[in-house]
């Protein structure tokens, strides 16, 4: 039997509250006050699936930007996606990711974003693994870096808002990090319980080349910094920031940090000690592939075509063929052409935020091309490893 499901918006007080019992339940209390998060969100970003009028589970989208060859584009993020457990198993999960991304089209967001619960679920509407989120840790007396070439200025109280522009330069430049939600932000500087934060901007007041956010933290396991944000724009921005750490050494066992899977910062440790402590792949869903592959940037010295054919069974104007032109850093992409690359929607993401070579993909059995097509592929889309910072 096909259920029928009504997709909308949230705004009723009892669809609010009716959410919030099945986020509690769904999320085994982990959003820390289920109405404070959605109020966070703002309401008005929540969508909810009904069947037979009965509010049956929801989601939040999370509208912000996102860095590819320099340039942002829109990117709504998709979070707490809960159906209520009488209800699972019958397509409502399904049904609501499906009108989710229809809106998201319409709405002209060419990308979207989420980190899985399970990946099976999110694969079925197109979205594949397009990047990385790291937290690696070094014991604080392995840092051995000790010169500080840089002062620091701790910034009380911490206001995020001055952190901003220096973050917005290293994003930049960094393959697929965010142009973060208001929430995000606020998250960063918010203590958890048991912990108090810190922040330093690295350098002099009127020319910071970085900042730190940390929190320390007591578990069983000994004492901890958890640096919660960081930017470096210099190398001695990045030496002020690990000798920084290591004068924590006394009383602070161990220092975890977000980096990508290729971490750089680990290049200015003396030995290979560092370590990684938790390894997730977010995932990506290329909503409008015309907006998604025209926007980005590219490297500057190609100029090449690329000849696409995609399949998309969840929106229709991206399914057909495509010549992407790329010339000058920029794309232009016109329908039409031979199709020399085939794949599914869901394909073209590890393949535009450079998670996966054109070849290691092929050979995965996720695309298929022609030499001359793999060959274009390859230096369209070649970059270093896509991370981002945030979990969400
Ligand atoms: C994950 C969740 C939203 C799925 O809801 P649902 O309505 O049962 O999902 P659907 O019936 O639409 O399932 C669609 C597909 O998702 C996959 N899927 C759903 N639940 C799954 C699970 N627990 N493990 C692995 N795959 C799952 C299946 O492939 C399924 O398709 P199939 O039945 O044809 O094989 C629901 O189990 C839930 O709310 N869980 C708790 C909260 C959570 O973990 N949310 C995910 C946050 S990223």
Same mark, same amino acid.
């Given at each position: 039997m096909?259920?029928?499901?009504?997709?909308?918006?949230?705004?009723?007080p009892?669809?609010?509250?009716q959410l919030?019992v099945?986020f509690k339940?769904?999320?085994?209390?982990?959003?820390?006050g +289920?109405e404070a998060?959605?109020?966070?969100i703002g309401v008005?970003?929540?969508?909810?699936? #009904? +069947?037979?009028?009965?509010l049956i589970?929801?989601?939040?989208?999370l509208?912000?930007?996102?860095?590819?060859?320099?340039?942002?584009?829109?990117?709504?993020?998709?979070?707490?996606? *809960?159906?209520?457990?009488?209800?699972r198993?019958?397509?409502?999960? &399904?049904?609501?990711?499906?009108?989710?991304?229809?809106? /998201?089209y319409?709405?002209?967001?060419?990308l979207?974003?989420?980190?899985?619960?399970?990946?099976t679920?999110?694969r079925?509407?197109?979205y594949?693994?397009g990047?990385?989120?790291?937290?690696w840790?070094?014991a604080?007396?392995?840092?051995g870096?000790?010169?500080?070439?840089?002062?620091?200025?701790p910034?009380?109280?911490?206001?995020h808002?001055v952190f901003h522009?220096?973050?917005?330069?290293?994003?930049k430049?960094?393959h697929?990090y965010l142009d973060?939600?208001? *929430?995000i932000? #606020?998250?960063?500087?918010?203590p958890?319980?048991? %912990?108090?934060?810190?922040?330093y901007l690295?350098g002099?007041?009127? @020319?910071? +080349?970085?900042? &730190?956010?940390?929190a320390?933290?007591r578990?069983h396991?000994?004492?901890?910094?958890?640096v919660?944000d960081?930017v470096? @724009?210099?190398?001695?921005a990045?030496?002020t920031?690990w000798?920084l /750490?290591?004068?924590?050494?006394s009383? &602070?066992?161990?220092v975890?940090?977000?980096?990508?899977?290729?971490?750089t910062l680990? /290049?200015?440790?003396p030995e290979?000690?560092a @370590?990684?402590?938790?390894?997730?792949?977010?995932?990506?869903r290329i909503?409008d592939?015309? @907006?998604?592959l025209?926007?980005?940037g590219?490297?500057?010295? &190609? %100029?090449?075509?690329?000849?696409? %054919?995609?399949?998309?069974?969840?929106i229709? *104007?991206?399914?057909?063929?495509?010549?992407?032109?790329v010339?000058?850093g #920029?794309?232009e992409?016109?329908?039409g052409?031979k199709?020399?690359?085939?794949?599914?929607?869901?394909e073209?993401?590890?393949?535009?935020?450079?998670l996966?070579s054109?070849?290691?993909?092929q050979?995965?059995?996720k695309?298929?091309?022609t030499e001359t097509a793999?060959?274009a592929?390859?230096?369209?889309?070649a970059?270093?490893s896509p991370?981002?910072?945030d979990?969400?």
């Amino acid at each position: 039997m096909t259920l029928e499901f009504e997709y909308s918006t949230l705004a009723h007080p009892p669809d609010i509250q009716q959410l919030a019992v099945i986020f509690k339940q769904c999320f085994v209390n982990a959003l820390g006050g +289920e109405e404070a998060y959605m109020n966070q969100i703002g309401v008005e970003n929540f969508r909810i699936i #009904r +069947e037979s009028q009965q509010l049956i589970g929801g989601l939040a989208t999370l509208n912000m930007g996102q860095w590819w060859g320099g340039e942002r584009l829109p990117m709504t993020g998709i979070a707490v996606v *809960a159906i209520a457990p009488e209800y699972r198993g019958s397509g409502g999960a &399904i049904a609501l990711m499906q009108h989710t991304l229809k809106e /998201l089209y319409a709405r002209g967001v060419p990308l979207s974003a989420l980190y899985p619960a399970v990946q099976t679920l999110y694969r079925k509407v197109g979205y594949e693994q397009g990047g990385s989120w790291y937290i690696w840790e070094v014991a604080t007396n392995a840092i051995g870096v000790r010169e500080q070439p840089l002062p620091l200025q701790p910034v009380v109280p911490i206001n995020h808002q001055v952190f901003h522009e220096l973050y917005q330069q290293q994003a930049k430049l960094t393959h697929g990090y965010l142009d973060r939600h208001p *929430a995000i932000w #606020r998250r960063l500087i918010e203590p958890d319980e048991n %912990e108090q934060v810190y922040a330093y901007l690295i350098g002099t007041k009127d @020319k910071p +080349e970085g900042y &730190i956010i940390f929190a320390q933290q007591r578990t069983h396991n000994g004492e901890i910094i958890f640096v919660k944000d960081w930017v470096l @724009k210099t190398a001695a921005a990045t030496q002020t920031f690990w000798s920084l /750490l290591a004068t924590h050494r006394s009383q &602070i066992q161990q220092v975890r940090w977000k980096s990508s899977a290729i971490d750089t910062l680990t /290049l200015a440790l003396p030995e290979q000690t560092a @370590k990684i402590s938790t390894q997730f792949r977010w995932m990506l869903r290329i909503v409008d592939v015309v @907006k998604a592959l025209s926007m980005r940037g590219y490297p500057s010295g &190609i %100029e090449t075509e690329l000849h696409l %054919e995609i399949q998309d069974n969840v929106i229709d *104007a991206n399914n057909g063929k495509f010549i992407l032109s790329v010339a000058n850093g #920029r794309g232009e992409v016109t329908k039409g052409g031979k199709g020399e690359l085939q794949l599914d929607v869901r394909e073209l993401a590890p393949l535009y935020t450079s998670l996966f070579s054109p070849y290691h993909l092929q050979i995965a059995g996720k695309l298929h091309g022609t030499e001359t097509a793999i060959s274009a592929a390859t230096q369209i889309f070649a970059a270093s490893s896509p991370w981002v910072a945030d979990f969400f």
